[in-house]
């Protein structure tokens, strides 16, 4: 069973359109997040969410919009897409703040791709 | 064969050989450590984690080793297999507001020859 998934796998669009990322986790977590993975690799945080509030919210255009429609749940829009916002976006879940672990169990990622 | 992180970014080794993969760490606050081995085409995925009340932890085959003075930590591999080339990346987890953030090094590509 995949305990992070996220649809699309792969995405290209073009320039000024309107997308969305959809990440699930079935591990019963509490928190989840968004990254972006730049082409050298840079791992970023975008968002957290613990139970449907967001908690963190980094520097990130405010045409990225996330929304938990439930715990199991956290997607990202991008609206006006740009081609700097071409990377890979991984979705993670951690069971924080119940647990000892603070590990976090990522997607397999969506390569997003702007012509 | 032994990187220095963020001024070696890839680190090729010898199958059969030992790995050290090293990474510096910038906030005090972390408490802590992750070191995460990515794929090709795929999502990080978990090896080895240590809190910063501890200096050295070890799993199957690998050693983390924490020097809080120097903020630093290495990823030790002992003998290293193709299965092993990947990117690893280290990360730091501290307290944020409510929350928690884990902040990623910059990654070292480990290469494994045959």
């Known amino acids: 069973d995949t305990a992070v998934s996220q649809t699309p796998k792969y995405l290209v669009t073009q320039m000024g359109n309107d997308k969305s990322i959809k990440c699930e986790q079935n591990?019963?977590?509490?928190?989840m997040y968004w990254y972006k993975q730049d082409s050298k690799k840079f791992l970023k945080i975008m968002f957290s969410y613990n139970n449907k509030e967001l908690i963190i919210n980094e520097t990130v255009p405010n045409r990225f919009s996330p929304k938990s429609p439930d715990k199991a749940h956290l997607n990202l829009h991008i609206n006006s897409l740009e081609l700097g916002d071409s990377a890979v976006y991984f979705c993670?879940?951690?069971?924080?703040?119940?647990?000892?672990?603070?590990?976090?169990?990522f997607g397999p990622g969506t390569r997003l791709t702007v012509t | 064969g032994e990187s220095v992180g963020l001024h070696l970014p890839t680190l090729s080794v010898q199958e059969g050989d030992n790995s050290i993969i090293n990474c510096a760490y910038s906030?005090?606050?972390?408490?802590?450590f992750i070191w995460y081995k990515q794929e090709s085409g795929k999502g990080p995925q978990f090896i080895i984690d240590i809190r910063s009340n501890m200096d050295k932890r070890q799993g199957q085959r690998v050693t983390v080793l924490l020097n809080k003075t120097v903020k630093h930590l290495s990823l030790q591999i002992a003998a290293t297999q193709p299965g092993d080339s990947a990117v690893y990346f280290c990360a730091e987890n501290f307290p944020s507001g409510s929350a928690r953030q884990l902040t990623f090094g910059s990654g070292t590509q480990l290469t494994v020859l045959p």
């Open positions: 906030n005090s606050a972390s408490d802590y």
């Open positions: 993670a879940s951690s069971p924080y703040p119940r647990g000892q672990s603070h590990e976090q169990y």
């Open positions: 591990l019963g977590h509490d928190t």
